[in-house]
């Protein structure tokens, strides 16, 4: 689900729009998408229904769709901070999970509470907010995907 492809850092985007748009770009020309309209249209339908910044600076939009091919996540975080939802809560920290429709009541909430979980842990959310390369990154979250598949 998590390959270093989809990890970016220190992006000049300025909108939750952007943010999501441009994660979805990445997972549709890596081939995760058929359909990155429709991608996107899922996630700002739930994110309409429930804004997903939940604090720490982090949000973690998600998508349930037809148009996912294959389960991912990407992350982005952002050079600066930028407004999220309806209340424009700081976040500097995007996940998107892009999850196909027939599997989401299962590997969408398994990945969802995994990255939460580990996100309350201030150690590995400071890593994340503060890593220099995408490599220390992605090594950091490497260990929460294999948390996702053991359990």
């Known amino acids: 689900m998590l390959e270093r492809k989809l990890v970016f850092i220190d992006q000049s985007l300025k909108s939750e729009q952007a943010v999501i748009n441009f994660l979805s770009d990445a997972a ?7 359909d990155r309209e ?3 249209a899922s996630v700002m339908e739930r994110e309409k229904e429930f804004p997903t910044a939940f604090g720490y600076n982090v949000a973690i939009p998600h998508g349930k769709s037809d148009s996912v091919k294959r389960p991912f996540v990407g992350i982005c975080r952002t050079k600066d901070m930028i407004g999220w939802g309806k209340d424009q809560k700081e976040v500097k920290l995007v996940f998107i999970i892009g999850v196909p429709e027939k599997e989401k009541g299962t590997l969408h909430l398994k990945t969802l509470s995994q990255i939460s979980r580990n996100l309350m842990n201030e150690e590995f959310r400071n890593c994340l907010l503060t890593s220099k390369s995408i490599e220390k990154m992605f090594c950091v979250l490497e260990s929460v995907e294999k948390e996702i598949i053991l359990n």
């Not at 549709?28 to 058929?34: A, D, P, Q, V």
Request: aromatic content about 30%.
């Open 28 to 34: 549709y020309e890596n081939g995760y998408l058929n």
């Open 38 to 40: 429709a991608f996107v």
